[in-house]
């Protein structure tokens, strides 16, 4: 990734809170450890900030470095659940209206191997993630929850099905010995919020279908082991090769810690989502965090 103004001015919004994809999402407000219902992590600001999106009913779309704009699945697959939890709070049919958008896109851009192609305006050699797979599972489970489309079951099976194939077969999941690691980006090293956003994904399918009970808690067990590897001391960490997080992934972790915390009752998350509350309220390690972050994108290629 280049150094330009392009990115200068990304990197800028995204540290300092103003980008859309990157709004501020606590723990959701509606979710539910037994039944599909809200989502678990807040992602309403991504709809009700984006006024010009919000005055018609069309899909988000993503500008990329060279000015062309691609509809970005996770992008869409966020606004979707958003508004879901909108619809929930409000009974309002233009919420409702935005989430069935999302929710149609996701059946017609399915690829028949149960994919959704993420990555290939960025990375053409490794279009497909595990935490697009997740999300996208969610958003259909919550329409099949409304309509009791099979369809839409279906569908969030299949998006499953791919995220949980092995990574040298094509698939998004990388096994080493006991561990299943979910890869948001497949040729690169793990990902902490995509791998819960991915988790997430089999919470809501095991749901609705009992047989993915073991694979589940064989990622959960994994998360646990690895969660560790994310604390440098003062901060968390973006990623297992060690890049810190920005602020704002940090309190994503924060939000998606207490919400795992809520579903499983481990003990470990809600150590750690203390544990970084605590960095973040210590204004010399938010200071120092934010310097590095800073550092590490001006070094990046």
Not at 92 to 108: G, M, P, S, V, Y
Not at 149 to 174: C, H, Q, R, S, W
Request: hydrophobic share 40%.
């Amino acid at each position: 990734m280049s150094l330009n103004i392009y990115n200068l001015k990304k990197w800028t919004r995204m540290l300092t809170g103003r980008s859309l994809m990157h709004v501020r999402q606590n723990i959701g407000n509606y979710f539910s450890s037994t039944e599909i219902k809200g989502y678990y992590n807040d992602l309403t600001l991504k709809v009700t900030q984006d006024i010009p999106l919000l005055n018609k009913l069309e899909l988000p779309v993503n500008i990329t470095e060279d000015g062309n704009k691609v509809y970005f699945p996770v992008q869409i697959f966020q606004y979707g659940l958003g508004a879901y939890d909108l619809y929930l709070e409000t009974k309002e049919q233009r919420f409702l209206d935005r989430f069935n958008l999302c929710a149609t896109w996701a059946i017609k851009q399915q690829l028949n191997n149960g994919a959704w192609d993420n990555f290939s305006f960025v990375y053409p050699n490794a279009p497909y993630g595990a935490m697009c797979q997740g999300e996208g599972a969610s958003l259909l489970l919550r329409a099949y929850m409304l309509t009791k489309n099979e369809e839409y079951l279906k569908a969030a099976k299949k998006a499953i099905d791919f995220m949980l194939l092995p990574v040298e077969k094509g698939g998004t999941t990388l096994y080493q010995n006991e561990d299943i690691i979910l890869l948001e980006y497949t040729h690169l090293p793990m990902v902490l919020n995509g791998f819960i956003f991915a988790w997430f994904g089999l919470a809501d399918i095991c749901l609705a279908e009992s047989q993915y009970a073991d694979v589940k808690g064989k990622t959960l067990n994994t998360l646990e082991k690895l969660l560790p590897h994310f604390d440098n001391g003062y901060w968390s960490l973006y990623s297992l090769d060690k890049k810190i997080a920005s602020p704002f992934y940090h309190n994503l972790h924060l939000a998606q810690l207490q919400a795992l915390y809520q579903l499983t009752g481990k003990e470990i998350f809600n150590i750690y989502a203390n544990k970084w509350a605590a960095y973040q309220e210590n204004i010399f390690y938010k200071g120092r965090a934010f310097v590095q972050k800073a550092w590490q994108k001006i070094k990046e290629k």
